[in-house]
């Protein structure tokens, strides 16, 4: 989140993605609606390709698997070659897809397909990183028997400094003032790995718990961390699986939905390995308050919930206030957060005089009684995890078993018994002293 200057709308940017907070629904006993919160933040950065991605390969039939094995390898080998020949390193031609299937021909109306031949076919993804050669390389692949080009992808190599680029654009376009603050509402890695793009001079204020855990380390490892970071290669790979699944069955559609999500997931793990890890500049223990032009900006800190250092931004005159992933629309990542004290401190935040949430995921909202569902839930949720490790259940089990479902009325995601093992494990790691 960031503050511009003075007498100028409050704004909140999301570093990873830009998005749009729509106006507010009017409740059936409001009055017609005068507030409203919108945000579009967009940058556009041109620049000239410097690869090109070449989907191709070689398809071959004849009457046995072998012949046809054969004169797949001979034309693929030549292709190969050919690339070498042109400068593409061994590295940028990677195969995507290989399989042996038959050929099947049905001779009269109902009557069973016999196989009448093989098909091998053998498909690579070349990086052509001289894009000048192209249309050579396209010519001399197709002429020693490349029969199938899928796709053509221009692209940049290193698009990190042009996201960046991007992103600083964007900003602009939300506000043309100066920013002059950027406050981290906790240090979890989607709120604080954005902090590297402002520039110096713009103050980045947190409570000392995030700045701390930022410092060591905590927003690249842990659960949250290992959750939705760790997992990609594993995931790209699984991908990646099911990408060959659907070009043996010659599923185009799933196959190019597929590769397009595997570069995106490519593209992330890149950018999530490339983040500069910036602390905060400014701390805060308790409170902090700000006052430019005629607005005042209160920096909250209430108590532990979601992390230990959750900060909430509260603009008392427009009666905005953010919460982070203390309050989100739904239900919030557990994984690093204090159960047993999580809903007093939601209890704190109920005495601010706000008409308009402004949660750290989800759609802003007006309804307090919001809250209220979710204190409840995680009231239920620490008895009921603390009743399982009295009886001996391992955290793994009582992660099975434990049953939320009285609450699906006001969490929609909750559809029968179990919960994310993560609110477990931390919740049991509490009990038994083994993290703080």
Same mark, same amino acid.
Do not use: C
């Given at each position: ?242 990408? %060959?699944? =659907?070009?043996?069955?010659? !599923?185009?559609?799933? +196959? ?5 999500? $595997?570069?995106?997931?490519? /593209? ?115 008895? %009921?995890? =603390?009743?399982?490790?009295? !009886?001996?259940?391992? +955290? ?5 078993? $434990?049953?939320?479902?009285? /609450? ?29």
């Amino acid at each position: 989140m960031f503050l511009p200057s003075p007498k100028y709308s409050l704004a909140l940017l999301f570093l990873i993605a830009s998005a749009t907070l729509q106006p507010l629904p009017a409740l059936a006993h409001d009055e017609p609606q005068k507030r409203t919160i919108s945000l579009v933040a967009t940058g556009a950065v041109k620049t000239t390709p410097d690869k090109v991605d070449i989907s191709t390969g070689v398809t071959s039939e004849a009457k046995s698997a072998r012949e046809a094995l054969d004169q797949n390898t001979e034309a693929m080998a030549k292709v190969v070659e050919a690339l070498k020949g042109e400068g593409i390193e061994p590295k940028d031609i990677q195969t995507t897809n290989f399989s042996v299937s038959p050929v099947y021909e049905q001779r009269k109306e109902g009557t069973a397909p016999f196989i009448v031949g093989y098909r091998v076919t053998n498909a690579v993804r070349i990086t052509v990183r001289d894009t000048k050669k192209l249309g050579a390389i396209l010519d001399k692949v197709v002429s020693l028997g490349a029969n199938q080009v899928d796709s053509i992808e221009f692209g940049v190599d290193d698009p990190e400094a042009l996201k960046d680029e991007a992103r600083k654009l964007a900003l602009k376009n939300v506000t043309d003032k100066p920013v002059r603050y950027v406050v981290n509402t906790h240090f979890h890695f989607d709120h604080a790995h954005g902090n590297q793009v402002f520039p110096e001079g713009v103050e980045i204020i947190g409570h000392e718990f995030t700045r701390d855990k930022l410092m060591a380390g905590a927003s690249k490892s842990g659960r949250s961390w290992d959750l939705f970071v760790s997992g990609l290669p594993a995931r790209i790979t699984e991908m990646e699986a099911e990408l %060959k699944a =659907a070009q043996d069955a010659s !599923d185009q559609t799933k +196959a190019e939905e597929l590769k397009k999500n $595997i570069e995106v997931q490519k /593209h992330y793990q890149d950018a999530t390995g490339a983040i500069d890890v910036t602390p905060p500049t400014t701390t805060l223990s308790q409170r902090m308050t700000l006052f430019r032009g005629g607005r005042e900006i209160q920096l909250l800190y209430f108590g532990r919930g979601h992390t230990g250092g959750d900060v909430v931004v509260y603009l008392p005159l427009e009666k905005v206030v953010a919460t982070g992933d203390l309050m989100t629309a739904g239900l919030s990542y557990m994984g690093d957060g204090y159960l047993e004290e999580w809903a007093d401190t939601l209890e704190e935040l109920k005495s601010l005089d706000f008409e308009v949430v402004l949660p750290g995921h989800g759609q802003a909202f007006r309804e307090r009684e919001k809250i209220d569902y979710f204190q409840a839930y995680l009231r239920d949720l620490s008895k %009921k995890i =603390a009743k399982m490790r009295a !009886d001996g259940v391992s +955290a793994k089990d009582a992660a099975q078993q $434990i049953d939320m479902t009285s /609450h699906a009325a006001h969490f929609p995601t909750i559809t029968g018994p179990g919960v994310h093992p993560h609110a477990v494990e931390r919740a049991y790691a509490l009990l038994e002293g083994a993290e703080q």
